[in-house]
């Protein structure tokens, strides 16, 4: 008896490079379809784009040790390969022979009835292709690799809350040094860089909110930007929270995640503005960022230059920074002519090594977690990034709440001292929009 065979769909591939050595001693196959498919996204310029051309790399290196048809070892303790056809007369009639995911069922099928000793299952990240698998009788599974998360409930949020002795609270407002340990948070594990709310034991209106930087330090204050950052006054306490990572040069890397409405944009962009044109200066630019992302159907090439092509995609950015310029719209051109405001596409960030910059990735729920590391791995001496977004709004095809870019961000980063987040659970946008967000 065969150990389980994988047929490995195309989505699977263009999400990781490397996911034929993650089956153990299984025998996997490529369908035909399946090289095709990767061949039509060869010349994209992006993290799809590379893994697909990883991918034909690994392939054509395996060639070259036998015949993909015959099978060729994937190495020690590992299955072999192999590329495989279909016979489509195992494409039930339903089904429309001349579409690429039904080819793709067919080659399992064919594989499953005509080597009936082999445990053939289809692996995708395909939702769609699942189901019609299960329609069908055939074994499926998804590809989780990348998945930082069970559930999007689930991510690490920055704030946490748990009742302590009154005298705590007192002891804290009084400006005494108060520690926290697993004793007083029930056993529950807190982060670097991680927001607490107490509540007093003996009366739970009575609370306190601070910043918890880690166990051996007493747990400060939330600074008072009560009066606001360039204009911008916060709302709630998460907004606090997230103006006092903001403003805190010692930590390089904040992530901001919030549904539409809830005012992060606003809140990162001012912080930028405050931090790299106010006198006191701590960075020298601001480089505002998005990935390049339709929100719907494509509507094709656009006219004009480079600056012509992106304005669509970047003008949520100039808007929100002309609003926080008083719609001073000639200023906002000035400092973009003299280099001090850039506003970009993350297309082109690759080999660039950014320093003395606060830089901000708008809409990163997009991205993938490989394009997160390589813009992270950008950021130079002198530099603060910032990541917003909202894993419940991802446009990219490739990716999903869980696996997304900016989740594994926040759930990889958690426990670095360099690293903080908060989510922002409150709409501040309007009533209408606050209310929109919860019931449409």
């Not at 996997?28 to 498919?37: F, G, T």
Request: some cysteine; proline content about 4%; glycine content about 6%.
């Amino acid at each position: 008896m065969y150990p389980k065979t994988y047929v490995i769909d195309t989505s699977v591939y263009l999400t990781d490079h490397t996911s034929i050595n993650n089956f153990g001693k299984s025998d996997i196959i490529v369908p035909l379809k399946v090289l095709e498919e990767i061949d039509k996204h060869k010349k994209r310029q992006d993290s799809v784009g590379n893994n697909a051309r990883s991918i034909i790399r690994s392939f054509d290196s395996l060639r070259e040790n036998g015949n993909l048809q015959d099978g060729v070892s994937l190495g020690d303790k590992r299955g072999n390969l192999y590329v495989k056809g279909y016979d489509s007369n195992y494409i039930p009639d339903d089904l429309d022979r001349k579409n690429a995911d039904h080819i793709i069922i067919a080659t399992a099928l064919t594989l499953r009835e005509t080597e009936p000793e082999r445990d053939v299952i289809l692996v995708t990240r395909d939702i769609q292709l699942r189901v019609i698998c299960d329609s069908l009788g055939l074994a499926c599974e998804g590809y989780n690799s990348d998945q930082v998360v069970e559930t999007a409930d689930g991510l690490y949020d920055g704030l946490t809350e748990f009742y302590v002795e009154d005298r705590i609270i007192e002891d804290f407002y009084a400006k005494q040094p108060v520690f926290i340990d697993d004793t007083i948070t029930d056993g529950v594990p807190l982060y670097n860089n991680q927001f607490i709310m107490m509540k007093s034991d003996f009366d739970e209106k009575k609370t306190a909110l601070a910043f918890f930087d880690w166990y051996d330090k007493p747990i400060r204050h939330i600074v008072d930007n009560k009066n606001g950052i360039w204009g911008v006054i916060p709302r709630n306490k998460e907004q606090r929270f997230a103006l006092d990572m903001l403003m805190n040069p010692e930590i390089p890397l904040v992530s901001v995640v919030g549904k539409a409405g809830c005012g992060k944009s606003l809140l990162c962009l001012a912080a930028g503005l405050e931090q790299v044109l106010s006198p006191e200066s701590t960075y020298k630019r601001l480089i505002v960022a998005r990935p390049v992302q339709p929100m719907g159907k494509d509507i094709g090439f656009l006219p004009g230059d480079l600056k012509d092509k992106l304005l669509p995609w970047l003008m949520p950015i100039q808007d929100n920074l002309q609003f926080l310029m008083g719609d001073d719209k000639t200023a906002l051109e000035l400092y973009v002519e003299k280099g001090t405001i850039e506003i970009e596409a993350l297309t082109y960030i690759r080999g660039r090594s950014i320093a003395n910059a606060y830089i901000l990735i708008d809409e990163a729920q997009n991205l993938s977690a490989h394009e997160i590391k390589t813009i992270i791995t950008r950021v130079g001496e002198n530099t603060k990034i910032v990541f917003t977004g909202d894993i419940d709004q991802i446009d990219n095809v490739y990716v999903d709440a869980t696996s997304n870019g900016l989740s594994y961000v926040v759930e990889k980063m958690k426990d670095q001292y360099v690293a903080g987040h908060i989510t922002l659970k409150k709409g501040e946008r309007s009533i209408l929009a606050s209310i929109a967000s919860k019931i449409l």
